[in-house]
């Protein structure tokens, strides 16, 4: 069984999120986990933030339906505790 950032196990249907920054464009996706595989953990989107440089970001169209990521990188996520903002881009819960 494969570990979050925190140390604990993932659990699939629980949510988790990650972040990823390039070249002054970061970006965090909220997902529910789904599937384990080889290479880390299948995420099926719910909701991702863009931000370019220095601005607050805002709500992006999720691109792809999943993501697999390496569990190391996923931090849990309770869904009451993510703002309104946030849940206007979260669907189908």
């Known amino acids: 069984m494969k570990k979050d950032a925190l140390g604990n196990p993932v659990v699939m249907g ?26 880390g953990i299948t995420l099926r989107a719910l909701s991702k933030l863009r931000s370019i440089y220095s601005d607050e970001g805002s709500s992006q169209k999720i691109d792809k339906q999943s993501v697999t990521v390496k569990a190391i990188h996923l931090f849990p996520v309770n869904l009451n505790d993510v703002n309104a903002e946030m849940h206007v881009a979260i669907k189908d819960l």
């Open 14 to 39: 629980n949510c988790y999120g990650y972040s990823q920054s390039t070249n002054g464009s970061s970006s965090v996706v909220i997902g529910e986990a789904v599937n384990e595989t080889k290479t």
